[in-house]
C-alpha cells in the first residue's frame, strides 16, 4: 500500500511556466516532508523540505506549500526552466528512524 | 554524490545466481539505507542500518539480506535472484535521523540489476 500518493504521473511545462506536483499522505506521525529531485543516471538528491507545523516553505524558484488539516502538500516550481526537466519524488519520514516513505514520482519535461 | 559509491553499476545475472551489491561511503554517517526504484513505484525501503551492530528491515526485505561491514559498508545480497527483482537499486546514507531537524538522505548514483 502506498503510503504517499503522488500526482500527476509526468507533466509537460512551458519555459516560464508554473509546475505543480501534488502529495497526499494519511499517516500523521510522519514528521517531515522533504522533495527529491533526480536527473536520468543518478541518485535522488534533496531539494527542499518542510515539517508539518509550517505552511509553506520556499527556496528560490521552488515553494513547498502544506495543509496539515487536509494531509496535502504540493511542489511549485516558478519559472519552469528545461534544466528542472526530471523526476521529482515527495516523501514523508517516519519519526526518528528517519525512514523515508517515497511517492512515485513524476516526471517533469520543461519545453523551451 | 560521489561521497556515496555503488559497484557495481550495472548487473545483469540469471535466475537463481547470488548477487552481491556494493556501498561505500565517505560522509561518516552512521546510518546507511538501501532502496530499490521501480518504474510507477517510486523508491521503497528494503533495508536499513543505524551502525554496525544495528540492522532493520524495511518495507520489502522478503528475498533480500544485508550486511554492515563497517561504518562505511553495507552491501545488499540477493540469495537466489529472481526476475521481478529487476530494478534499480540506491544506497543512501544519512546522519543521526529525528527530532526537529531534517537529516538528509545522501543517495549513491545506483546500480541498475537485471534479473534473466
Known amino acids: 500500500q502506498q503510503q504517499v500518493k503522488q500526482s500527476p504521473q509526468s507533466l509537460i511545462v512551458q519555459k516560464g511556466g508554473i509546475s505543480i506536483i501534488n502529495c497526499a499522505y494519511e499517516n500523521t506521525a510522519f514528521d517531515y516532508f522533504p522533495w527529491y529531485q533526480q536527473f536520468p543516471g543518478k541518485g535522488p538528491a534533496l531539494l527542499i523540505a518542510?515539517?508539518?507545523?509550517?505552511s509553506e516553505k520556499k527556496e528560490g524558484r521552488f515553494t513547498i506549500s502544506f495543509n496539515k488539516s487536509a494531509k496535502q502538500f504540493s511542489l511549485h516550481i516558478m519559472d519552469s526552466q528545461p534544466g528542472d526537466s526530471a523526476t521529482y519524488f515527495c516523501a514523508a519520514r517516519f519519526g526518528g528512524a528517519n525512514n523515508l516513505f517515497f511517492g512515485t514520482g513524476t516526471r517533469l519535461t520543461v519545453i523551451p | 554524490d560521489a561521497d556515496v559509491t555503488q559497484t557495481p553499476r550495472n548487473r545483469i545475472t540469471k535466475t537463481g545466481k547470488r548477487i552481491m551489491l556494493e556501498c561505500s561511503q565517505t560522509k561518516g554517517h552512521d546510518r546507511m539505507y538501501w532502496y530499490r526504484q521501480d518504474p510507477g513505484l517510486g523508491l521503497r525501503l528494503i533495508y536499513y542500518?543505524?551502525?554496525?551492530?544495528?540492522?532493520n528491515k524495511g518495507e520489502i526485505s522478503d528475498g533480500y539480506s544485508v550486511s554492515r561491514q563497517a561504518q562505511a559498508k553495507f552491501s545488499l545480497s540477493l540469495e537466489s535472484a529472481i526476475p521481478n527483482q529487476t530494478a534499480l537499486y540506491f544506497c543512501?546514507?544519512?546522519?543521526?535521523?529525528?527530532?526537529?531537524?531534517?537529516?538528509?538522505?545522501?543517495f549513491g548514483p545506483g546500480t541498475r540489476l537485471t534479473v534473466l
Open positions: 518542510i515539517r508539518p507545523d509550517v
Open positions: 542500518s543505524f551502525d554496525v551492530k544495528d540492522i
Open positions: 543512501a546514507t544519512s546522519d543521526l535521523g529525528g527530532g526537529a531537524s531534517y537529516n538528509e538522505q545522501f
